[in-house]
C-alpha cells in the first residue's frame, strides 16, 4: 500500500479509487513486520522527499502529528516544516478547493480528510473540480491530486471516472495498527505497484472478490474452509476503478463460482458492478449465481452488537461460500 | 458568362483606374493581387499547448488605405484624400482622466483618481471590449438559433471588467472566474475562432468541444467553472501554489453577486487571510444572482465589506480605466512581501 500511494503520487496516469488494505505479501526470509499506518507515513515521507511539490495539507497533519489517535503523519511535519506539511481550519470544503487549485497550478498535494464522512462536505470539490476537470478541457488542465484518509465502515467515495489525475485513497482506521509483512523488495523507496491490477491471494473450488479490511475476513474464511476440504481462491482488487476485470473473469473461468464481500451497502456496491460485469463474459461459466456478501443497508449503528452485526463477518463468508457450492 | 466576365473587368478597372479591355479579367485580378490578400493566411504552426496566445494585435494604423491602389498621384479622388490628411504625429499620444473615487473597506487610502491611458492602451482596450461585445452579440443569436446547446451565460455589459483586469495584471498571473466567461476567455488569450468553436460543439475549440461554454481553459488561465462558488477556493489554491513556489504572481478569482452567500467562500477568505496568499477576490455584482436580484437574497449587499478582515474596495465597474487603477492598486498591494489580499467589488449598474 506504501508502494500503491507513491504510485498515485508519481504516476500521470488514470483516475482511481483505491481501497487499500495491505503491502505486499511475500514469505521471503528478510521480510519486515510494517502497521498500514507507518506504511503510509513511509509513503508519504519518501515522496515529500522525492519531488518538492508534494505536499500535505489537511485537519491537524501538522503539529498535532496527525488526527487524534490516528498519528499518519507523524514527524513529517517536524522533518518538512510549516511549508509543506499545512494544517487546515476546520472547513473541509475550502480546503478541498485549495488543494485542488493548487494541484491545477502545477502542485501536488496530499489532501487529508480526518475520516471521509466529512469528505462528503467537500464531494463538490473532489468530483466537479479535480475529477472532471482533465475531461472537460481536453486535456488541457490536470489536476494531480491525491485524496486520503480513513475511510469507516461506510460506502467510499467515488470519483468521476475520467482521464485526469485525481486519486482518492481510502484507509481502514482499523487496520493502521495492524502490522504485515513487507518483503525486501517492496521497502525500496522506488517501489510501485500498478494501479488497476488485483491480487490473487490463494488458489480454487470459489473465487472470493474483496478489498480493503474484508480481504483480511476472507482470507480467514478461507483458512477454515480448508480444513473442510474447499479451496477458496482470494482475490484482493487493491483499486475499484479502474476495476480488474479481468482477473476476476480468469478466476470465475476456473472455480465456476463467484462470492464478493465488501462493507459497502448493497444497492450500487463493489458487488453489483462486479456481478454486471463479469455477466458478460463469464456467464456461461458460472455454475450458480453469484453472491454478494455486503454491509447491512443502513446507517452505522453505535450500540457495539449491531455495529457487528451490520458488516460482514467471516461466519458469513463461510456461509456464502457453502450456500454457492451448494454443501 | 462572357457579359458577366466583362462587366466585371469593367468594374475593376473604374475602381483602379486602369484602361478597360487592355487585359483580361484574370491578368486584372493578378495584377491587383499585390493589394489584396485573396488566399486565408496559412495555418497557424501547432502551438505547444504551454505557450502564451496573446490576443490579436490591432491592424497598423490606416491599414484600411492600403487595399487602395498605391497611386496617390490621382488626388481628385475622395479614398486618397482620406489617406493624405491622416498622420500620426496628428495625434496626442496620451491623456490624463479623472475617475470616480472607490469606497474602501479597511483601507487607509484608495487606488489614485486620476488615470493616464495612452493612444495604444486606449485603442487596445476598446478593441478588446468591442470584440468582447460583438461576440457575445453573435453568441447570443446563435443560442438562439439553437446552434450554441445547453448554458450560454452572456458578458455583453460586463467587458470593461475583463478588459480592465487584464490590463492590470501581468500574462503570468493567474485567473479563474465562474461561468460567465466568455470574455475572461478571451482576454487571457484564446481566440475568438477556438471559443465560438468550443460553443458550438466543434473538435477546433479550446477544449475540443468536450467543455461547452463553462469549461474553457487556456495558460494561467482556469476557466470558465459550472458550480457557483466552486473556483474561489480553487483561486485561492492557486494562490497558494504561487507563494509555494515563491514566482511573485498573483491569482484573480471573480465570483458574482450570486455566489457572495456561498459558505466556501468564507472558509476561502478565511485561510487566504490565515496564510496570506497572493489572491485577488473581485465580486461582479450585476444585481442578480441567478433570476434573483440581490436585495432578496443578500442581507447586506456591500461584497465589499463581506471579506471582513480582508480589505475591499467598491469600484465602478462599468469604467475600464477605474476597474484597471483599482485592479493595479489590488496587485500591488498583494504581491509577495507585502501584507495580504484584496477584495474588489465591481459594480456593474444595469442599463
Known amino acids: 500500500m506504501a508502494a500503491s500511494l507513491r504510485c498515485f503520487l508519481r504516476s500521470g496516469k488514470r483516475a482511481v479509487l483505491v481501497a487499500v488494505r495491505r503491502g505486499i505479501h511475500s514469505s521471503s526470509p528478510a521480510a519486515v513486520q510494517v502497521t498500514v499506518r507507518d506504511a503510509l507515513n513511509q509513503a508519504m515521507d519518501e515522496e515529500l522527499e522525492r519531488d518538492e511539490r508534494v505536499f500535505l495539507l489537511g485537519e491537524e497533519v501538522a503539529q498535532y502529528d496527525g488526527a487524534y489517535k490516528l498519528q499518519v503523519s507523524r514527524g513529517l511535519w517536524k522533518k518538512y516544516g510549516d511549508k509543506r506539511i499545512i494544517d487546515t481550519p476546520i472547513s473541509e470544503m475550502g480546503f478541498a478547493g485549495i488543494a485542488v487549485g493548487a494541484a491545477m497550478a502545477g502542485l501536488r498535494p496530499i489532501c487529508e480528510f480526518m475520516t471521509f464522512n466529512f469528505s462528503m462536505q467537500a464531494i463538490d470539490q473532489v468530483i466537479n473540480s479535480a475529477a472532471k476537470t482533465y475531461y472537460m478541457s481536453a486535456g488541457l488542465q490536470p489536476v494531480p491530486i491525491v485524496f486520503r484518509g480513513p475511510n469507516g465502515a461506510s460506502a467510499g467515495v467515488a470519483a468521476q471516472h475520467s482521464q485526469c489525475f485525481a486519486a482518492v485513497f481510502l484507509e481502514n482506521e482499523l487496520l493502521y495498527g495492524v502490522p504485515f509483512e513487507m518483503s525486501d523488495e517492496s521497502q525500496s523507496k522506488d517501489f510501485t505497484i500498478p494501479i488497476g491490477k488485483a491480487k490473487v491471494e490463494r488458489q480454487s473450488h470459489v473465487t472470493l472478490v474483496s478489498h480493503s479490511r474484508f480481504v483480511g475476513h476472507c482470507l480467514d474464511a478461507a483458512a477454515v474452509l480448508a480444513k473442510e476440504g474447499v479451496d477458496c481462491e482470494v482475490i484482493n482488487l487493491r483499486t475499484i476503478r479502474p476495476m480488474d476485470v479481468e482477473c476476476i473473469e480468469g478466476s470465475v473461468m476456473k472455480t465456476n463460482h463467484l462470492v464478493t464481500v465488501e462493507g459497502g451497502w448493497p444497492q450500487f456496491g463493489v458487488g453489483a458492478e462486479i456481478c454486471a460485469r463479469i455477466m458478460e463474459p463469464a456467464f456461461n461459466f458460472l455454475d450458480a449465481p453469484v453472491t454478494r456478501v455486503t454491509g447491512v443497508d443502513i446507517p452505522m449503528p453505535y450500540a457495539k452488537i449491531l455495529e457487528e452485526n451490520s458488516l460482514p463477518q467471516v461466519k458469513d463468508i463461510i456461509f456464502s461460500v457453502k450456500k454457492t457450492l451448494n454443501v | ?351
Open chain 2, 1 to 351: 458568362m462572357k457579359t458577366m466576365l466583362a462587366i466585371i473587368s469593367n468594374a475593376l478597372c473604374r475602381i483602379t483606374g486602369r484602361s478597360a479591355g487592355e487585359q483580361t479579367v484574370s491578368e486584372l485580378l493578378i495584377g491587383l493581387s499585390e493589394f489584396v490578400n485573396l488566399t486565408s493566411p496559412p495555418a497557424a504552426a501547432a502551438v505547444p499547448p504551454q505557450a502564451r496566445r496573446l490576443p490579436p494585435k490591432p491592424p497598423p494604423a490606416g491599414g484600411a488605405a492600403q487595399l487602395v491602389s498605391s497611386r496617390t498621384d490621382q488626388t481628385d479622388r475622395p479614398g486618397a484624400r482620406v489617406v493624405a490628411s491622416r498622420s500620426l504625429s496628428d495625434f496626442t499620444p496620451q491623456a490624463t482622466f479623472d475617475i470616480k473615487k472607490c469606497d474602501v473597506h479597511r483601507l487607509e487610502a484608495g487606488p489614485p483618481v486620476r488615470a493616464e491611458l495612452t493612444r495604444e492602451q486606449g485603442l487596445q482596450y476598446y478593441r478588446t471590449m468591442q470584440t468582447v461585445r460583438r461576440m457575445e452579440l453573435k453568441a447570443d443569436q446563435l443560442y438562439k438559433q439553437k446552434i450554441i446547446r445547453g448554458f450560454c451565460h452572456l458578458y455583453d455589459g460586463q467587458e470593461a471588467c475583463a478588459a480592465g483586469i487584464e490590463a492590470a495584471i501581468n500574462p503570468s498571473d493567474h485567473l479563474i472566474t465562474a461561468y460567465r466567461a466568455h470574455g475572461y476567455t478571451f482576454t487571457r488569450g484564446v481566440s475568438i475562432r477556438e471559443i465560438l468553436a468550443e460553443l458550438t460543439g466543434r473538435r477546433g475549440g479550446v477544449a475540443k468541444g468536450k467543455g461547452g461554454s463553462m469549461h474553457m481553459y487556456a495558460p494561467h488561465f482556469y476557466g470558465g467553472n459550472g458550480i457557483v462558488g466552486a473556483q474561489v477556493p480553487l483561486g485561492a489554491g492557486i494562490a497558494l501554489a504561487c507563494q509555494y513556489q515563491g514566482n511573485n504572481q498573483i491569482c484573480v478569482t471573480l465570483y458574482g453577486d450570486g455566489a457572495a452567500n456561498q459558505g466556501q467562500l468564507f472558509e476561502t477568505f478565511n485561510m487566504a487571510a490565515l496564510w496570506k496568499l497572493p489572491c485577488i477576490f473581485v465580486c461582479e455584482n450585476n444585481k442578480y444572482g441567478m433570476g434573483t436580484s440581490v436585495e432578496r437574497a443578500s442581507a447586506s449587499t456591500d461584497y465589499y465589506k463581506r471579506g471582513d478582515f480582508i480589505p475591499g474596495l467598491r469600484v465602478d465597474g462599468m469604467d475600464v480605466l477605474c476597474v484597471r487603477e483599482a485592479a493595479k492598486f489590488a496587485a500591488d498591494h498583494c504581491r509577495a512581501g507585502k501584507v495580504s489580499e484584496a477584495l474588489l467589488l465591481l459594480l456593474l449598474p444595469l442599463g
